[in-house]
């Protein structure tokens, strides 16, 4: 299990700080929420904050597109450092096109879906994703409440990649805490993103391995 903590909910001012505490931590991914004020209604963090990651540390660097037509700044965020780019099914109007072409950059490419898209979005497109992001909250916020039929929706899509023998891995992000971390990988989820629960509590390093610990 990989713990990706989304820098969204640390202490900006602190930024290469905070991610040195969180690798020391054993985070292995390190999260960018890309919100656009029209997607989800927060503005966040565009490809400068990318580059300041990516001067930071050696973790690979994994930036989720809350925007629409994302499509358009794919090669920023390359550009900028990013190892995996995930993008919204509902905001992309030619999701394949974005897979393959984030793969010829060579960066992983992931699909999210927002809690009230279903598994089945993803029939056609499954075979080329390298990833998965199930949302467990509406995007837009860290600090959010986990959504308990997040789980169900991982088990489902853990069930399908295995009857289809596919490799895309399972990704949850929103409101995952120390009380539900075990419960979210039991059922799937290989790379678990953590704002709040990373950031909040003042020692992100000592939260990053309780989440670690508490996992399994
Ligand atoms: C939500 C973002 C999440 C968020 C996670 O829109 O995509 O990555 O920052 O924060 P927590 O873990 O606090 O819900
Ligand atoms: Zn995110």
Do not use: W
């Amino acid at each position: 299990m990989i713990l990706a903590p989304s820098i969204l909910a640390s202490d900006l001012g602190h930024l290469a700080d905070q991610i040195a505490s969180v690798e020391r931590g054993g985070a292995g991914l390190v999260h960018v929420d890309v919100m656009d004020g029209r997607f989800v209604p927060n503005i966040t963090l565009g490809p400068v904050v990318v580059e300041a990651c990516r001067r930071a540390t050696r973790l690979p660097i994994d930036v989720h597109l809350m925007v629409e037509g994302a499509e358009r700044y794919l090669d920023a965020f390359v550009d900028a450092g990013a190892s995996s780019i995930s993008v919204h099914v509902e905001a992309v109007s030619h999701l394949q096109r974005a897979v393959a072409h984030l793969k010829t950059r060579g960066v992983k490419a992931g699909v999210a879906l927002n809690p009230s898209t279903p598994l089945g979005s993803l029939e056609e497109i499954l075979p080329e994703v390298d990833f998965v992001l199930v949302m467990s909250v509406n995007p837009g916020f860290a600090g959010q409440v986990f959504l308990p039929s997040s789980v169900d929706k991982v088990r489902r899509l853990r069930e399908t990649l295995r009857d289809r023998e596919l490799g895309a891995r399972i990704q949850v992000d929103g409101g995952v805490h120390l009380g539900n971390i075990r419960t979210i990988v039991h059922a799937g989820a290989e790379i678990v993103v953590a704002g709040a629960a990373a950031f909040a509590g003042g020692d992100p390093e000592r939260a990053v391995v309780a989440l670690l610990e508490a996992a399994g």
